[in-house]
């Protein structure tokens, strides 16, 4: 959140959101609060995106035992909800927002002004399973990393993530929503970093571009690592425009 309200006030233009944010160690109420606050900050250029959270360090280091797969996916549904109905609040005289469920509670919680956005910033949900792919239908967006590829790259990553993609649109449909949702995919998770190269780049996003996403995340270069790159190729990246896609953010 420091992050962001920093980058929040040092541009104009560009989107800013969460790739993607947890339950594991956040409170709706609190977490809602920040989010208004920062989307404010921005001028209403905030996209959140939610996922239930990994089984890593970020799981215990509150001293938190991990959960079952079937626990994980109940908390983030009830965190999910209440984010909903928090950041579209707007009138404080009304004695403020009240719930109970099996993972949160809140007492008269009170959010401070109208949302920047109506009715509230854009709300993408991180799914990769048949369920939760039909609980994002009910927001924005999707959002996927698809499984987990061999090192190197796999071509069975990509049949996968076309597979998800139907499998997503079918829910959506099912679901009796109109328009077109935000499809947004991670690059980097095809186990072969997509800035080593501009044309690397152009590739990956021509791939996703055909099965049919709107939204593609990469990652900033880094030193060393598995994201080991140099900022010169992201920065003739911006500079070319990468055009030919059909839309591309």
Known sequence: MPTLAGAALSTERIGLGTFVASPNYRHPVPFAKDLATLDDLAGGRLLLGVGSGGTGFDATVLGDEVLSPRDRHARFVEFVRALDVLLRFEDPGSGGISFTGDWYTAVSARMVGDPAQRPRM?????????????FATGYDGWVTTGAEAEPGGSAGWW??????RERFDEAWAAAGRAGEPVRMLSLDSDGVYTLASEQAFIDAVGRADELGFTDVIVHW?????????????????????????SETR
């Open 122 to 134: 854009p709300l993408l949900v991180a799914a990769n399973g048949p369920k939760t792919i039909r």
């Open 159 to 164: 049949r996968h993530i076309g597979e998800l």
């Open 221 to 245: 270069p880094r030193a060393d690592g598995i994201y080991a790159g140099d900022e010169a190729v992201l920065e003739a990246i911006a500079a070319s425009g990468f055009g030919g896609f």
